[in-house]
């Protein structure tokens, strides 16, 4: 199989033709003189064929690293399978050796204070993505937090489960993910206001810059909650950036925001859905909606 290579790769020698590529032998050379530039090239793709669909895996690295993790995804595993490099198994006293070898890798690897602190914030952690549904780089963010809070010496003292949950609250403001501070407390069955208190303290500490939140992108979330329609979806939004543009938007609850941008979007297009409906997927009271809808009503002539 000869294949041609960029049209602007032009013979060294001649200058005039381009270079084709064998994928058979691996040379490189000029397609109209015949001089060959170079007589190897490295395969890329994997040395090994596999004849099955159902082959065993044949990857020879191990998951990629992440900070999530309490060693990165760098610490050694022993194979718990007792048999050799062949395949054979192994004699009863080699298997006795790596059964006590296999023990010590384990306990070496959370000897420290510090790797035993990671591994119950991280474990945590991993729990509160699921309930959460946070993207992985919504954790890693997280995660990073969680060790610069940890090299400063602000975990001392202070509730590990509190300080991964604001860790986790300031990633998703700075990701922009719609994720309040009451959700996060439901799902880390920790007090909204210890949570707050930690996010401040993180803020201060390790001096970080936070977004404000976009109302736009919690419409989505709310609208799906309610059972809303897309039509009314883009209305919201519509109502929405007229009033950012307008500066009615700054200072407000972005949640109460988008869903009285919703109930004004369902008053306009006939869809049947009450203050209460909307109040209960945004997790506001009815009153903040009226509030914002009034602001909204005499501010964008509605």
């Excluded at 384990?106 to 729990?127: G, I, K, M, T, Y």
């Excluded at 990073?144 to 809070?149: E, G, L, P, Q, T």
Aim: with cysteine; glycine share 6%; net charge positive.
């Amino acid at each position: 199989m000869v294949k041609k290579t960029n049209p602007k790769d032009r013979c060294p020698r001649c200058g005039q033709g381009t270079v084709v590529t064998d994928a058979n032998t691996g040379e490189n050379f000029c397609g109209k003189c015949g001089f060959v530039i170079t007589d190897k090239v490295e395969e890329a793709g994997p040395e090994w064929r596999s004849f099955s669909n159902e082959g065993e895996n044949k990857s020879r690295a191990g998951v990629p690293t992440s900070l999530a993790m309490h060693d990165m995804g760098l610490a050694t595993v022993i194979n718990p399978q007792n048999r050799d490099a062949t395949g054979k198994p192994l004699t009863a006293s080699m298997k006795s050796t790596i059964e006590r070898l296999r023990t010590w890798d384990s306990r070496s690897q959370v000897h420290e204070p510090v790797d035993r602190n990671f591994r119950q914030a991280f474990s945590e952690l991993d729990r509160l993505k699921d309930k959460l549904a946070v993207g992985d780089a919504v954790i890693e963010k997280a995660a990073y937090i969680y060790r610069k809070a940890l090299e400063k010496g602000l975990v001392r003292g202070r509730s590990i489960s509190a300080l991964i949950a604001s860790a986790l609250y300031a990633a998703c403001r700075d990701t922009e993910t719609p994720r309040t501070l009451k959700d996060i407390g439901q799902a880390s069955n920790i007090k909204r206001k210890d949570i707050a208190r930690c996010y401040r303290l993180l803020l201060r500490e390790l001096n970080l810059k936070m977004p404000v939140v976009d109302p736009i992108k919690c419409i989505s979330r709310i609208a799906s909650k309610a059972g809303l329609s897309e039509k009314t979806k883009r209305k919201a939004t519509k109502i929405l950036q007229t009033a950012e543009e307008n500066k009615i938007s700054a200072g407000k609850d972005p949640m109460g925001l988008a869903a009285a941008a919703l109930y004004v979007a369902c008053v306009t297009n006939g869809e049947n859905k009450t203050q209460r409906d909307v109040a209960e997927a945004a997790g506001v009271t009815e009153v903040t909606i009226r509030n914002r809808y009034k602001g909204l009503k005499v501010a964008l002539n509605l």
